[in-house]
């Protein structure tokens, strides 16, 4: 149900079960009044009723399979909007995750400094490594009074022209002036050109599958690339679940405008309306076509100019869950190996044996 699962909101349903209130295929409203409030039978009755015969089961709707998936979970939340101000802040789409979980951490004083072990009763010897005065490590300390943290704030402060010199600085200041910094760096940065690289990848067609994709700037340089799996799918449905995915994170990230290049032209002929959509792929392309708060055109790219993201699609088939990749350096090998090619424009090959 929308508003909680319903074990949650009933006293008690005796011993039934859900299958016990469905008469004839609809839902038996005189027996769900015996033991259900009006109020959540109205609910209940908008839900189509289950068939058959066979035991309760819960199931995910966000995944075909009915299954629950982290993947699927992370696209639904990462969809909404943050609820609070401090949320809004922390959570803001050009940040890297890692320093959004930090910067949580620190407001909330979780990170494991000797102040924050001591009300765990963990102690030990608290002393801040970093002065040449003998001070306790507590949070305050390390970030904004110390030695280290003073010196740190009035030299990167100077380079912005800010002047740190004399302030306590909070946790919250030091949170609001780090997405300052972040903010105005990739702001600067997402003025350029963008090129968004994605393939999917179907062992069988339909088989085991999986998406890959890498997003450059104009001069190639790496910016973020993913590995996702999908399931048993479809070579075509797999290639626009990663072309949505792909779209996704581009949002998410705060970009504006971006160029797709895609090796599929079946699925570059369906974007721009020239063949019928398939029914089974109809509702991935309208979620895509829904997206808001970002422009981006699509077009068509052969296969050997898509080496980096064909490699993160195969990694896709054997992953378990999402692969975020944040630097070059965490691409797999292969992948890592295409990109500098691209970059080097070292053009790819593409051999085939001859039949004598």
Not at 129 to 143: P, T
Not at 144 to 159: I, M, S, Y
Not at 313 to 340: H, N
Request: charged share 20%; hydrophobic share 45%; glycine share 8%.
């Amino acid at each position: 149900m929308g508003s909680g699962p319903l074990c949650q909101r009933l006293q008690s349903v005796s011993d039934h079960l859900v299958r016990d209130f469905v008469l004839n295929g609809r839902w038996n409203q005189q027996l769900l009044r015996l033991w259900v409030p009006d109020d959540i039978v109205s609910e209940i009755v908008t839900k189509v009723a289950p068939v058959g015969s066979t035991d309760d089961r819960a199931v995910w709707a966000l995944t075909e399979s009915g299954d629950f998936s982290i993947a699927s979970t992370y696209v639904l939340l990462g969809s909404q909007t943050p609820s609070s101000f401090m949320f809004d802040r922390v959570w803001h789409p050009v940040i890297p995750i890692k320093i959004s979980f930090f910067m949580i951490r620190l407001l909330r004083d979780r990170l494991p400094l000797a102040s924050s072990l001591g009300r765990l009763q963990v102690y030990g010897p608290s002393k801040c490594f970093c002065c040449l005065a003998s001070q306790s490590e507590s949070l305050d300390h390390v970030f904004a009074e110390g030695e280290l943290a003073q010196f740190l704030w009035t030299f990167f402060g100077n380079g912005a022209g800010v002047s740190y010199r004399g302030q306590l600085l909070r946790r919250q200041t030091i949170c609001d002036r780090i997405l300052a910094d972040v903010i105005g760096l990739f702001s600067r940065k997402f003025a350029g050109d963008f090129k968004l690289n994605r393939d999917g990848c179907s062992l069988g067609n339909p088989g085991i599958s999986g998406g890959g994709g890498v997003l450059r700037d104009s001069s190639s340089a790496f910016l973020f690339g993913f590995s996702v799996p999908f399931g048993e799918l479809t070579c075509l449905q797999v290639e626009i679940k990663a072309l949505v995915f792909g779209v996704q994170q581009c949002r998410l990230r705060g970009f504006s405008w971006i160029r797709v290049e895609v090796d599929s032209l079946v699925l570059v002929n369906l974007l721009v309306r020239r063949f019928r959509c398939p029914w089974l792929v109809r509702l991935d392309l309208e979620t895509l076509l829904a997206i808001q708060s970002l422009e981006w055109m699509v077009g068509h790219c052969y296969r050997e100019m898509n080496q980096v993201a064909d490699a993160l699609a195969k990694v896709g088939t054997q992953s378990e869950g999402i692969i975020l990749y944040t630097t070059q350096s965490e691409l797999p090998r292969l992948a890592r190996g295409a990109l500098g090619l691209d970059r080097s424009q070292i053009p790819a090959i593409r051999t085939r044996a001859i039949s004598h």
